[in-house]
């Protein structure tokens, strides 16, 4: 081979790679060759948290562009929009977002847009059933942490996109099923991991209540100093009961969430110590919002798999 020819190769390569890193944040899924659909515009689409942007990327592959509205650190139950941000969803072919009382503030907006472009809440068919509550009957919204749950909603998402683009049906398909398949894959592993938590230390204590789903799925006991939203007081009771908690089950660690505030968990740690209960911090955990866009964090395989080693760590045996 040539010099000039290995070096126009070498650059092609890069080229590729680059344009390959932008369509899909390094969560390993391969995107499949298309023929044909060059001609074509691209679906651009719309989400409200990342954890819905980065699966739907994947399986849209080069036929879709996703972008989503709230970054890393941004808590959902708060945020309202911008006039940049509709924008960005009025000139959007079609707009997914998670429901189930999350993007509480958004409704309004979404109500408004939906009446031009397919705007879909991916929790809305997710059966009754299947859904926790909390006392008061509230439902759960953080369904992206049980995995059964978050295939049924990017199986509506990807149902959407198929309506929309029927020639690209099977290519969707192919990509959800890969998809599905790492998603499999990271639940077996949570669950081995989780399996070295001793049996009196299965408590996860962290900021808000985003851990239901998770915890059901892996059999952990989840306790959140505020509840389903951001949007409450956290009183002294709450922060003694958790303590009483973790001092009947000499819980080791707590943890702290990206996009909430760390101050109450940092009085649950102090508040321990001062019962003579020795508390860690566990570390940080991706809740309601992903790592930066370009990490492993900022996947949703990756945050996922972040939180599953950083809880197993904290409150585990040691053994892998
Ligand atoms: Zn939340």
């Not at 398949?181 to 299965?202: F, Q, V, W």
């Amino acid at each position: 081979m040539k010099k000039n020819e290995r070096s126009r190769r070498r650059l092609y390569a890069a080229v590729w790679l680059i344009g390959a890193m932008l369509i899909v944040s390094a969560c390993g899924a391969g995107i499949e060759e298309k023929a044909g659909v060059d001609a074509k515009g691209k679906l651009t689409i719309m989400t409200t948290i990342a954890q819905i942007a980065d699966p739907i990327a994947v399986i849209g592959g080069e036929r879709v562009e996703v972008n989503s509205l709230m970054g890393p650190g941004v808590d959902p139950h708060l945020f309202t929009a911008t006039q940049g941000d509709i924008q960005k969803l009025q000139e959007a072919d079609m707009i997914f977002y998670n429901g189930l009382g999350l993007e509480i503030n958004m409704v309004q907006v979404f109500e408004q847009i939906g009446k031009d472009r397919p705007v879909l809440a991916v929790g809305d068919g997710i059966a009754e059933d299947a859904l926790l509550h909390d006392e008061e009957g509230a439902i759960d919204p953080h369904i992206w942490f049980e995995i059964d749950l978050w295939q049924q909603a990017l199986t509506a998402a990807t149902e959407q996109m198929k309506e929309a683009s029927p020639d690209d049906a099977a290519y969707f398909d192919a990509n959800k099923e890969q998809y599905f398949a790492e998603m499999n894959r990271l639940k077996d592993e949570a669950e081995a991991k989780m399996a070295h938590i001793p049996e009196g230390k299965r408590v996860l204590v962290t900021a808000h209540d985003a851990f239901g789903y998770f915890g059901r799925m892996l059999d952990l006991d989840v306790i959140g100093l505020q509840g389903l939203s951001t949007d409450a007081e956290i009183g002294l009771t709450d922060i003694e009961e958790t303590i009483a908690i973790l001092t009947e089950h000499q819980v080791p660690a707590v943890f702290v969430e990206s996009s909430i505030n760390p101050e109450s968990i940092n009085a649950v740690i102090e508040g321990a110590a001062a019962a003579g209960l020795d508390v860690q911090l566990g570390g940080e955990l991706f809740s309601d919002a992903m790592g930066a866009a370009g990490t492993e964090e900022g996947t949703y395989l990756g945050m996922y798999a972040h939180n599953v080693n950083t809880i197993a760590q904290a409150l585990g045996d040691g053994e892998e």
